[in-house]
């Protein structure tokens, strides 16, 4: 817990992509990482659907909620995902919204 006994507030981004092909989508997506951090960006997991490496899961962390909409609605993002070679809309379950933690510290 921080001083005092708050809570640290964490927010997620949970989106799906299916795309083209895994490793160029991955080297794009490492390339990213200086720009997110800028913005508030903590770190990821990624999941294969299904056993599927070209169809993910893609789980953000980012300190604020208003940063994750930043990033979800920036033309870096769409910039990215093109060149990236996803190949069908990003799914962002709840509408894109940022999904709220908190963290125990």
Known sequence: MKAGGRRATIAWTHVR???EDYPKWKEV???T????????WKGYRIHAIE????HLLVMEEFETEDQVR???GSEYLREALSEAGVSDGS???GGGA????????
Not at 51 to 54: A, K, P, Q, S
């Open 51 to 54: 056993g599927d490496n070209n």
């Open 98 to 105: 940022a999904r709220r933690r908190q963290r125990v510290e």
């Open 91 to 93: 799914r962002h379950p």
């Open 17 to 19: 992509h299916r795309v």
């Open 70 to 72: 930043e990033f979800l």
């Open 33 to 40: 990482a200086e720009y997110k951090r800028s913005h508030g």
């Open 29 to 31: 997506f490492d390339s």
